[in-house]
């Protein structure tokens, strides 16, 4: 392929900048690190309620490479019932502490479901948001636009208590190309969200991953150690590890710009293998 063909065919293809960090197609895989801040999570090792022990974490995924981290204020299982938007705006303000005692240069996004929420972040001085109800809250890509923030939509029904409860990939390629600011960052919503999203429709929407990040915006996906995964190789969330690692290499080879996981460096690793197998330039090389 020539020079001038390859310049085209990216064309089609968006870049977001956060605060320097240019996320799309021509550029390589970023990876997001997951902190919970909800002790009802459902993840154990990504529950961190002490700010001390929550910015050792923050600085040692950083260490291993992440380019972004992921603050989550709330539990997004269907089993456990969402915070309020006060009770976000109650556990914003340790986040606020954790963020500010961090030393290391990262990209710090907030993940709710709230606009007020994210004003108030981004007002603050957080660098992106992570909205897991898809613009359910309509004032979302308002503010994100107001502060020139850049945001991940996760496809969702727009109902802020059921966050990636869509049953059908038709419905969550629909959604994903809806109502979109110029700094969004799309999520097809991998994972047991409803009782109608079995495994199938997860894995029918991995294979369909070249389709969404075919719509231009760049495609942030979360699959380190889901269920459709595990389900594939028989094994438990301890040991999916490996299967996660392949998954994330052909995801990215499909054009995922970002991972987001809880096991930085392995990650990290299997999708620059995928990126570089699959045309990705990688310096000096």
Known sequence: MSFAMEQDQNSRFQTVDVKGLSIGRSHPPRIMGILNLSPESPYGPSIYV?????????????????DIIDVGLSSANR????????????R???????????????????????????EMALRGGWDMVNDICGFADVEM?????????????????RDLGRP?????????????????????IIDPAFGGWSEGKTLEVDIETFR????????????????????????????ST???????????????????????????????????VGYTFSGGKLDGI
């Open 50 to 66: 002490d700010s001390k022990k929550a910015i050792e974490r923050i600085e040692d995924m950083i260490k291993k490479g992440a």
């Open 79 to 90: 089993k456990v019932k969402p915070l309020t938007e006060r009770e976000e705006m109650e």
């Open 92 to 118: 914003l303000e340790l986040a606020m502490d954790i963020k500010n005692g961090v030393q290391k240069e990262v990209i710090f996004s907030i993940e709710t479901r709230y606009a007020r929420v994210a």
């Open 141 to 157: 890509p308002k503010i994100c636009i107001k502060y020139n923030a850049a945001v991940v939509k996760m496809a969702g029904p």
């Open 164 to 184: 990636g409860a869509l049953e059908n990939v038709e419905d969550i390629y629909a959604e994903l190309d809806r109502n979109l600011t110029d700094k969004t």
């Open 208 to 235: 369909r991953l070249k389709n969404f990040c075919e719509l231009g915006p760049p495609v942030l996906i979360s699959i380190n150690r889901k269920n459709f995964i595990k389900e594939i190789v028989s094994k």
């Open 238 to 272: 301890e040991d999916a590890l490996p299967a996660s690692l392949a998954a994330t290499a052909m995801a990215v080879g499909m054009g995922v710009r970002v991972i987001r996981t809880h096991d930085i460096s392995e990650t990290r690793d299997a999708a620059m």
